[in-house]
């Protein structure tokens, strides 16, 4: 191997766990010039003594915070799909109903969705925690939650175009008509 | 599997190929106009005829109708050279026809004379004159002058001499309502008018009074008294009048057998002429005394020389006529006879003064026509002498149009043409040396009193018609049907490449077209029509008439399918209502009935059951006459068990009404008292009542049902009266026609909440004529006899020119009046200035103003105390009109057309989004925009493109119904009156046919292509998949 990718090792087993075995044995090669092995390694100790804290806390906020951050995702398009709503207005026209559908399909798809939108965060969890599963309860209730509210969102769009049968004049066909208890003529 | 989905394709591609030719699709366009639609201009039955001969020795007939119409026929094919109209108010008296002028006398009290161009129908000149308090009535005659333009008239209780274009008469004589005037002779210088006298205490014999005039001056020369002990018109007396020999009144004495003729003018000497010397053969006194006179020429002033009349007498039990006419020899009076004959059953007529025989301008030469009556039509015309120069017959069956009951004589290049009419209105021109008719006019629906419409079974393959000879259980499934169909399509599939691919020849419709009545049509429809089509567009119609004549007509084309006479001891029924009581099912044996119910001369209500598909009379007794008279006819909801006939109620008048039941029988009787709901009827809705009356009919023990007669009837009770309020009469009322159906309960508004309609199939809509002046309008309930809404129109009024018309369908009722500018009688003060005009209101009743408010019980009683909420508006309507109807749709999915006839003589249809009263008069919201409402416009359009009728001129629609047919979006209009008009309207668009530019071709063309390229892309497709497994 080239000198060039040495350095590059180095460096990369220092931040690695496995890789500290390593970088003692690098020791015993020269220094370059200007390497101040203090500086070098105290700067790797501090660094390596702040993963090593994080590893049960830091590390669980910050994918926690991360969590939240998906979960409050479907949030933010929100305003957008009121926008886009407004723009195509209450008639009924393949426009509206395009976009009618799409506020109303994509909550109902993201939410069968939470469990693998949610897995990678899990998956880290899992082997960072050793082996202990992150709870992402509360995110993913609030994920459910926004979408439901998506949805609500689309189902009003739907009743103020006047889609939902929800008036009486929906029901008038059913209506059986009234039998005549008399005859005239 | 590509193989299999090919032959699917070539199977699904064979099927539109045989299914694109096997029907055709009939779709509404504006090109289509006198091909969906059809038209019959009608003139009534003729009360006077009159050949006129033009100068150019063309001759035209000239006719006046019991339906009020002046028309000039063609003589070769008898159509209409033109129709002249009068109001139906205006009786014609008389007809007059002199060289290229026609004159007729019109009106009672207020008389119309008005002259016209025979030609061309166009008015001349005419003068109307004033009603006056003397006027006799039916007194009126009108004669042209000699020499002269100018017309004498007695007009209201004047005689007026008129030259053309007079502002005034040139003179006028009052007649001080001295005598009743109906005759008018008019010599070179002076006229006489004979009346019948007024009679009094003092005269109480009947007598002629005769009044002579100077013509140049007006002034009265003499006036006297003929005591003739006859009235004018009378059988033993007749007016004779001539050219040379002056005017003369000829009659017997009753119980005498002496004959008096008196010559105008002259006071004295009276001749007496004894009955053997008149005819110039032996007679016995016992047959002189039951002789009787006849006037032979139907316009005797006319070119006549000589005066002629007929005699008619029994001897030795036949009946024999001789035409006699008065000569002078030496200053003496001679009647001498020109021919006689025996004349059992039969009709003699003279040529009138108005033909021009062969031989030129010769008058003497005047022939009589005497037409049998009885079996065959056969005629004779002679001249001078006994035997006939010209005879004929016609194979006429009386059972069609009624026994022949008057004939006329008229010439077509020197050749006679007979001219006969029937009581039941049919009018035939004959011809010697042939046996069916040179034309006829069938003018018996210009008396249609009802009509109805019988659907006829869908057309069955002949495939069906074997199955049903020989294996009928085949025809008991509808799938094994549609398999038999199916196996003669492919049958006929196989014949289809032999017939040019179907490009040539169209076998779709054969009926007779329609275009020329008269010639086309035979006399007697060969074969009824018995099959409908698959649209339910060729249905029959089956009218009844006033004259006894029940006729079913295609409603595609109008060719008649049947006609049937129908007459009681040889007087025609006066047919009032037609009703289809069992309706066949296609290929089944019984047949569909047809009940008509009538009426007889002494008012006994006659029922006759027929046979709807042939017209063929059934049952034993034929003609069923009643021992009771009826006053109300309808269709009662339950039928009779064994021939499964629909019951129909005639209820009786009077005091007690009846309600007897057809067919009379117990077990119709039980039938009707199995009825779960109770029935209900009111008497009295007629013009000039003042009181509407509600019974219920009670049904005795069933013991008393079973000796059921046809005079059995039941007792009904009265339970409500409904008085007018004081000082009102009854004009017009209206009700609901047939059962109603409606698709949706309530209407949507733009909130998409809902307002109920009510729907109550038992109310009736009066009009009443106020005390006060004005009309009000009444909307009762026929079972509980409650008032369910009031109006009063304080400044409208009804007349002639515009009656009450109303029409009522679903929750609507739509009504047209006239409106004059001011209340009549009533305080203008503070009042709108109100418009003058027609007037169309709309009401439209609802469950309750409020919406998505209901009655939410399941059934509709008349005894709930429910009003309904009533909204009306008005609109102005562009003409009078004759008749209002709405067109009937299978399932009422597809909006109604209002139908007007108007009287401007068309058929205009306005959809029923118009009128509705629920269209904004301000600037509309946004629900009511969502709802559709056209913002409200006070005047209804006349729009040419909503004219149904097109450039046919409908003259006198009296009424318009319409049926559905197999397409929802379809239904057919039909009108009468006196013209025909029948025609197809959608009223949403042909929503549901295929438009006709729609290319079957091309859909087959491109089926076969996808199948061809399947067929050559599979194989390709699997290689290059083969392929590319291989790379």
Sequence with gaps: MASGTKIYADFTSLVSKTGRGNSKSSAAVIDPWGYD?????????????AHNKSDGDSDMALRDKKAWEVAMGPGKTLPMQA?????????????????????????????????????????????????????????????????????????????IMGLLPTASSDWLSFIPAKQYTEYSA | MLGSHSLTHAALAAVLAVSSFSMTVQGLFPDEAGRIDWYRAQIGVPKSIVAHTQEDRSTNILTITDRNVLASLNPDNGEIAWRQLFSPTERINALKVRGSLALTHSGGNETHVRVWDAQSGALAWGYSQPPSPNYQADSGAVEFLRKSQDVLAIVGDSLVRLAPNPSK?????????????????????????????????????????????????????????????????????????????????????????????????????????????????????????????????????????????????????????????MTHANDKLELRKVVGFRSDNAIIAGSGGATLPSSGASQTERAVVAVRTSGAVSWRVYGSNKTPTHSGELAYDAATYGPVTAASLYYVGGDPRVLIQTSGGLVAALAPGSNAPVWFRDESLTHATDMTFLELPAPASSAEHAAKATDPSVLASPVTRYVLRWVETAKSLAAWPASGFGLFGSSSDTEPGSGSQSTLEALVPTAPLTEGDHFGFRKLSIFGTSTGVVAALSTQSGARSWTRYLADNGTAVTVERVFITRRSQPLANTPSLLTVVGRNTYGNSVVVVLDALTGEILGDGGIHVLPFNHVKVFELPTTEKTTEQQLLGLATGGSEPRLAIWPATAEAAKAFCALPESVFFDLGALAGSSQLRGYRAECPTEAELDPWKESSAFLPSRSWVFDLPEGEVLLASSEYHGAQTTALLGRVLGDRSVLYKYINPHLVTLASRRAAGGIGIYFVDRVSGRLLYSAVHESASVSDKQPFLATQSENRIIYQLWQDSTPVGGSTEGAQPRSKGYVTVVAEMFESDK????????????????????????????????????????????????????????????????????????????????????????????????????????????????????????????????????????????????????????????????????????????????NQAWA
């Design chain 2, 169 to 325: 008469p040139v003179w006028e004589l009052a007649l001080n309502g001295t005598a009743s005037y109906k005759r008018l002779v008019v010599q070179d210088n002076v006229a006489f008018i004979i009346g019948d006298a007024v009679l009094s205490k003092k005269q109480p014999k009947a007598r002629l009074h005769v009044v002579e005039v100077s013509l140049k001056t007006g002034r009265v020369k003499q006036q006297y008294d003929v005591n003739t002990e006859r009235s004018l018109g009378s059988s033993s007396s007749v007016v004779l009048e001539s050219k040379e020999y002056g005017g003369y009144i000829l009659w017997r004495d009753d119980k005498n057998i002496v004959w008096n003729i008196h010559r105008l003018g002259m006071q004295e000497p009276m001749w007496d002429i004894y009955h053997a010397k008149l005819v110039q053969s032996e007679l016995m006194p016992v047959d002189m005394l039951t002789s009787t006179l006849g006037e032979l020429d139907a316009d005797p002033g006319l070119i006549a020389d000589k005066p002629r009349f007929t005699l008619t007498y029994t001897k030795d039990n036949k009946v024999k006529t001789v035409v006699v006419e």
């Design chain 1, 83 to 159: 926008f886009m709503a407004w723009m195509s207005g209450t008639g009924v026209s393949i426009f509206s109903i395009l976009i009618t559908g799409m506020i109303l399909m994509s909550p109902v798809k993201t939410i069968m969705s939470t469990q693998q939108t949610f897995a990678p965060l899990e998956r880290m969890g899992k082997s960072g925690g050793g082996g202990k599963k992150q709870d992402f309860t509360m995110q993913k209730a609030a994920f459910v939650a926004i979408n439901i509210a998506g949805l609500i969102f689309g189902v009003y769009r739907l009743s």
């Design chain 1, 37 to 49: 092995q203090s500086i070098a390694s105290s700067s790797i100790s501090s660094l390596s003594l």
């Design chain 2, 851 to 1026: 919406p998505d408010t209901r009655d939410e019980s399941k059934a509709f009683s008349s005894f709930d105390l429910k009003l309904p909420h009533v909204i009306t508006t008005a609109f102005m309507a562009p003409e009078p009109a004759t008749a209002l109807g709405v067109t009937r749709t299978g399932s009422q999915i597809t909006t109604r057309d209002v139908l007007f006839g108007l009287s401007s003589g068309k058929l205009l249809s306005l959809p029923d989004q118009l009128f509705d009263p629920r269209r904004p008069k301000k600037s509309p919201t946004k629900d009511e925009q969502a709802e559709g409402l056209m913002p409200y416009m006070p005047s209804l359009p006349l729009d040419p493109k909503r004219v149904l009728s097109h450039a046919n001129v409908v003259a006198g629609i009296a009424h318009i119904k319409s049926a559905p047919t197999h397409l929802e979006s379809t239904s057919l209009v039909a009108s009468y009156g006196l013209d025909l008009f029948f025609t197809r309207t959608s009223p949403s668009g042909t929503f549901d046919q295929l438009s006709p530019s729609f290319s079957k071709v091309n859909l087959v063309v491109t089926t076969l292509a996808l199948v061809v390229g399947c067929l050559l892309g599979g194989p390709m497709v699997r290689r290059k998949l083969t």
